[in-house]
């Protein structure tokens, strides 16, 4: 009887102390966010991570009304620093992956042409994450002014509402799609192979694409959200986003 009262008396104790933080993620992040997690309840096996995904637009729109997350790790700096500004966030916005950008089919292309493949005749479609709203996607579309052919494939655009979709639509609905390299490393991707379904997009031609984490308001003096911020920004989180493609600071 008494080791049932002492397990029961544990249970209470760890529900007690168990808590869930609640966190807003950039879509490009989905394809290394559980493995993220994983190496963080190593250490932090109590505390429990619900993750919404979406673009860094949406989800800052989101934020600004009245969602409640308490982190937000987005795909660029621009958003973070607006909630940052607005006294959102009550951190200042820290870079925690720098990502880049691939052009990805289903079906083999001639990508030695690089991004000029985009202009050819037998590319009808060409997925877009959403400019206005998915730092990707203006990066892409950078990436096209800058190589001078925006002006050519502009109509054959397919817009996604975020950058994982936009994988979604370069291997079903488009010829080729503008992803985040980092989704070439899920293992459901593992049989796409570079130079045949995939290959890197010039990194000259678009502005590097800083991704920047902040904490939210909603978590202020949150011990577990400061813990997992902080687990974001060190090694082994950083070997995780190098792991998935990203460079990292």
Same mark, same amino acid.
């Given at each position: 009887?008494?080791k049932?009262? =002492?397990? @029961?008396? /544990?249970?209470?104790? #760890?529900?007690i102390? &168990? %808590?869930?933080? +609640?966190? $807003?993620?950039a ?13 963080f ?7 429990? =991570?619900? @993750?919404? /995904?979406?673009?860094? #637009?949406?989800?800052? &729109? %989101?934020?600004k +009304?009245? $969602?409640?997350?308490q982190l ?9 620093k607006?909630?940052y500004?607005d006294k959102?966030?009550?951190t200042?916005p @820290? ?5 880049s950008?691939a052009?990805l089919?289903s ?6 042409k ?9 590319i ?7 400019p206005?709203t998915?730092?990707y996607?203006?990066?892409?579309v ?6 001078k052919?925006y002006?050519?494939v502009?109509s054959?655009?397919v817009y996604?509402?975020s ?5 979604s ?23 796409y192979?570079?130079g045949?379904?995939w ?8 502005t590097p ?18 813990a ?5 920004l060190?090694d082994?989180?950083k ?10 600071p």
């Open positions: 009887m008494l049932k009262l =002492v397990l @029961v008396s /544990l249970l209470l104790v #760890g529900s102390y &168990a %808590q869930t933080i +609640n966190i $807003a993620v879509a490009n992040v989905s394809y290394a966010i559980d493995d993220l997690i994983k190496e309840n190593k250490t932090n096996p109590d505390t429990k =991570v619900a @993750v919404t /995904l979406g673009s860094s #637009g949406k989800l800052t &729109a %989101q934020i +009304n009245g $969602a409640p997350y937000f790790m987005a795909a660029n700096m621009k958003y973070p607006a909630l500004s959102i966030a009550i200042e @820290v870079i925690y992956a720098q990502g950008l052009i089919s079906k083999k292309q001639d990508f030695s690089g991004i000029m493949l985009a202009k050819e005749s037998g009808s479609k060409i997925a877009v994450a959403n206005k998915a730092p996607g203006k990066a892409a950078e990436a096209m002014k800058n190589a052919i002006d050519e502009v054959k655009y996604a509402e950058i994982s979709q936009t994988v639509y370069a291997l079903t609905a488009a010829d080729i799609g503008f992803i985040a390299k980092s989704s070439l490393y899920s293992p459901k991707m593992a049989m192979k570079e045949i379904n290959t890197d997009v010039d990194p000259k031609l678009y694409i800083n991704q920047g984490i902040v904490i939210l308001s909603n978590a202020k003096e949150n011990s577990e959200v400061k997992f911020y902080d687990f974001i060190g082994k989180a070997k995780i986003f190098n792991d998935f493609g990203y460079l990292v």
